[in-house]
């Protein structure tokens, strides 16, 4: 069983900053890409950023600049520091990885968390 909590979500001006953290936990051999997907209303759910094990990133146009996305393998837990937040940036979002449970296999599953809220006012 494996589980990612996310933290750090809330309700900030435009303009402001928040960091976001996710940790996951329980049965886990080895992770290789945790990211951000962030999901508004009405809205396909979208990547925002996304960074493999080796510390490579890759970030969405709409946040380039503005988002850095970082990652603790020691803990298994990634960051996302968002800066010049904007209203268009409210959303629920939402921590992936993609992770081995044991070393036996290659076998690769993914997981969601729960999803934390981030709203921007203008």
């Known amino acids: 069983q494996v589980q990612l909590v996310e933290s750090g979500g809330g309700l900030v001006q435009a303009g402001g900053s928040l960091r976001l953290s996710c940790a996951a936990s329980g049965s886990i051999f080895s992770i290789n890409t945790m990211g951000w997907y962030r999901q508004a209303p009405g809205k396909q759910r979208e990547l925002v950023a996304d960074i493999t094990r080796g510390g490579i990133t890759n970030y969405a146009d709409s946040v380039k600049g503005r988002v850095t996305i970082s990652r603790d393998n020691a803990a298994n837990t990634v960051y996302l520091q968002m800066n010049s937040l904007k209203p268009e940036d409210t959303a629920v979002y939402y921590c992936?990885?993609?992770?081995?449970?044991?070393?036996?296999?290659?076998?690769?599953?993914?997981?969601w968390g729960p999803g934390t809220q981030v709203t921007v006012s203008s």
């Open positions: 992936h990885s993609i992770l081995r449970t044991s070393s036996r296999y290659l076998y690769e599953y993914s997981y």
